[in-house]
């Protein structure tokens, strides 16, 4: 078992030998991951195009388009707090199919989140229950009250309100429509989703590797369940630095703790700059253009 990094100039030695690995990263592997990552955006827009022709079955949506704006959304997320991105992914389907209202598109990419909730969540408690899993905190009773006020406030506020949003709710419920069709809702957008969270964790188990630890299929579920959990934080591009602080508790049995902030923090830069770069080819497929100033120009005359 390893003991934890202390304070001190030993610390800033552990650090320095740990972001050394850098130069022995395995470049077949940081391939591998790459491909993974790029199939798992490939899911989840299949995904996402699914629920927009069933909430706007009159409309096309080309997968291709729903790809290249789910893309787009992905890289404004990694360097833009408050989920910027998600902005992005609406203008460009309100672009692909003019006139879809903003609720549906908000709608789908819900239910797509509430899928990754469910699955995260199954993963920690599975994770949880096992000798190398993390400790799952026990709500309290306040917590518990506290959520169920939250929940309570939020329903009496759209019961009260519902008049004013009897517009949004339908779109909401137009947005909803595979749900009507359990066997569809399964077939065209949980099992494309279920596609994309694993293709996630095969880029943490394969980049974990790349940077030698030795890791094993639980760590990288962890990892997953971790990024996630990180990038909810609005605050924070790509959830930077709470990333890795939570990386370190995750992995507290796999390796030390300067070594796995040199893997969170060189996973996260390549995972971002690969975001970036194909967001940016994206838009610029979008926008057909190939100069950087158009894809601005265009994206501001949208």
Not at 55 to 61: E, H, Q, T, V
Not at 173 to 187: S, Y
Not at 210 to 219: H, K, M, T, V, Y
Request: hydrophobic content about 60%; some cysteine; aromatic content about 4%.
């Amino acid at each position: 078992m390893r003991h934890p990094v202390v304070m001190g100039d030993s610390t800033l030695d552990a650090m320095g030998a740990a972001f050394a690995r850098f130069d022995n990263v395995d470049g077949r592997l940081v391939v591998l991951a790459i491909i993974c990552q790029l199939l798992g955006s490939v899911c989840h827009a299949r995904a996402w195009a699914n629920l927009l022709s069933a909430a706007r079955p009159g409309s096309r949506f080309p997968r291709g388009a729903v790809l290249c704006a789910h893309l787009a959304g992905v890289a404004g997320n990694a360097v833009v707090p408050a989920h910027a991105g998600d902005a992005a992914k609406v203008m460009l389907i309100r672009r692909i199919a003019p006139g879809t209202p903003v609720a549906t598109i908000v709608t789908t990419l819900v239910m797509l989140t509430a899928v990754d909730v469910v699955l995260g969540g199954s993963a920690l408690l599975a994770t949880a229950s096992t000798s190398l899993g993390p400790a799952v905190p026990h709500p309290t009773a306040t917590n518990a009250l506290l959520a169920a006020g939250v929940a309570v406030a939020a329903g009496i506020g759209v019961y009260l309100a519902r008049r004013r949003l009897s517009g949004v709710l339908t779109h909401v419920r137009e947005a909803a429509a595979l749900l009507a069709d359990p066997r569809r809702f399964f077939r065209e957008a949980v099992t494309w989703q279920v596609g994309a969270w694993l293709a996630r964790v095969a880029v943490a188990f394969v980049a974990l590797h790349a940077f030698g630890l030795p890791a094993s299929l639980l760590d990288a579920v962890l990892v997953v369940v971790v990024t996630g959990l990180a990038g909810v934080i609005p605050f924070l591009p790509g959830g930077v630095g709470a990333q890795q602080a939570m990386l370190v508790y995750a992995l507290h049995r796999t390796a030390s703790a300067a070594s796995v902030v040199a893997f969170g923090v060189g996973m996260q830069l390549g995972v971002t700059l690969v975001d970036l770069t194909v967001g940016v080819i994206a838009l610029m497929v979008t926008f057909r253009t190939l100069a950087l100033r158009g894809v601005l120009r265009a994206g501001r005359a949208a």
